[in-house]
T-cell receptor, first 115, second 118 residues
Framework: GAGVSQSPRYKVAKRGQDVALRCDPISGHVSLFWYQQALGQGPEFLTYFQNEAQLDKSGLPSDRFFAERPEGSVSTLKIQRTQQEDSAVYLC?????????????FGDGTRLSIL | AQKVTQAQTEISVVEKEDVTLDCVYETRDTTYYLFWYKQPPSGELVFLIRRNSFDEQNEISGRYSWNFQKSTSSFNFTITASQVVDSAVYFCALSENAGGTSYGKLTFGQGTILTVHP
């Protein structure tokens, strides 16, 4: 498909386990964003990549969260030693440009549940 | 710091009614962009519209219309003759220009859950 693809769609993990969430952006899109959406809330920014460079990680809640985009396309968000407060939907978005006026195209998200 | 407020948590209407979703924003930037996104039950955020801070013309797209008023820092969204398929969560979002250095990080409101009953 032509849209942003995220996998897995659902992930259940026990507290303390590590998880990895994948995002496949629209082909050719330079910008890639990760957002965290808690139940009943709006998405909140986590981190931003321009090609392979992580230019902003100010939204990552702790050093347990790590993101990468090594070849400037697919990105992975990793959460180590998961905790219950990490339960949320993780949304990935991409855009073709680099400016504040560019609409972002979102994937369906990964719903993470920590038991 | 920027902020977006959607005061209406939930709205329930009957099909064919008109409905307006409110959005109020705060920013110190003089150049910024406002967006509306729709989130159906599938979870994907669907882009609806973008408006820049220098363009206060209202916009209409089919049954959708948007009213941007800089004087009151509002960017409201109206659905005319609502349909059941309009049921979703709607988010208003803001992106600051920061003198051209911004890459487009979005600040979202908390969303308004719209339910349209047949």
């Amino acid at each position: 498909g032509a849209g942003v693809s995220q996998s897995p769609r659902y992930k259940v993990a026990k507290r303390g386990q590590d998880v990895a969430l994948r995002c496949d952006p629209i082909s050719g899109h330079v910008s890639l964003f990760w957002y965290q959406q808690a139940l009943g809330q709006g998405p909140e920014f986590l981190t931003y990549f321009q090609n392979e460079a992580q230019l902003d990680k100010s939204g990552l809640p702790s050093d347990r969260f790590f993101a990468e985009r090594p070849e400037g396309s697919v990105s992975t968000l990793k959460i180590q030693r998961t905790q219950q407060e990490d339960s949320a939907v993780y949304l990935c978005a991409s855009s073709g440009g680099q400016g504040s006026n560019q609409p972002q195209h979102f994937g369906d998200g990964t719903r993470l549940s920590i038991l | 710091a920027q902020k977006v407020t959607q005061a209406q948590t939930e709205i329930s209407v009957v099909e064919k009614e008109d409905v307006t979703l409110d959005c109020v924003y705060e920013t110190r930037d003089t150049t910024y962009y406002l967006f509306w996104y729709k989130q159906p039950p599938s979870g994907e955020l669907v882009f609806l519209i973008r408006r820049n801070s220098f363009d206060e013309q209202n916009e209409i797209s089919g049954r959708y219309s948007w009213n941007f008023q800089k004087s009151t820092s509002s960017f409201n969204f109206t659905i005319t003759a609502s349909q059941v398929v309009d049921s979703a969560v709607y988010f208003c979002a803001l992106s600051e220009n920061a003198g051209g250095t911004s890459y487009g990080k979005l600040t979202f409101g908390q969303g308004t859950i719209l339910t349209v009953h047949p």
